[in-house]
């Protein structure tokens, strides 16, 4: 039972750290790399996503609090001086590969390879927010 109590901070400062970090650094990302020409879409879109409507940021946030509480999960069994590099590495990297071999084929879209240009973006646009999904744990567990 004491066991289980050790997650519960945990799973709750992992998700409140991705789901904040979508807002500050991955929105905020995109609102620089937007205004600046490089990305065509506009940050903090309350479009509506299927099925249920909920606008493309909430939406995005929620998704980013649950990989939020993934990547605590793995922080915490790594050395606190890795947690930045694994943090942009996660996002960067594992993100991107379950949007196109998971999220993709769910939406019904076709498993395309995209071209090196979109990988690239879905990286650091990514691993902007792992980094600062990292920087958001390490602060709330250093509070906790």
Do not use: C
Not at 20 to 48: C, D, E, K, M, R
Not at 77 to 103: E, K, M, N, Q, Y
């Amino acid at each position: 039972m004491a066991k289980n109590r050790r997650y519960v901070p945990l799973v709750v400062i992992g998700f409140l750290a991705g789901a904040i970090s979508v807002f500050v650094f991955h929105q905020g990302f995109v609102l620089i790399a937007w205004q600046t020409g490089l990305l065509p879409n506009a940050p903090y879109s309350l479009a509506p996503t299927a099925p249920l409507g909920v606008p493309r940021v909430i939406s995005a946030a929620f998704w980013g609090g649950l990989w939020g509480i993934a990547l605590a999960l793995l922080l915490e069994r790594l050395r606190r001086t890795d947690w930045l590099w694994v943090g942009v590495l996660f996002g960067g990297v594992l993100l991107p590969l379950a949007s196109i071999l998971v999220v993709t084929p769910l939406k019904g879209g076709d498993v395309a390879w995209p071209s090196s240009a979109m990988l690239f973006r879905g990286f650091i646009i990514n691993g902007v927010w792992g980094l600062g999904a990292a920087l958001l744990y390490r602060l709330g567990r250093a509070f906790a």
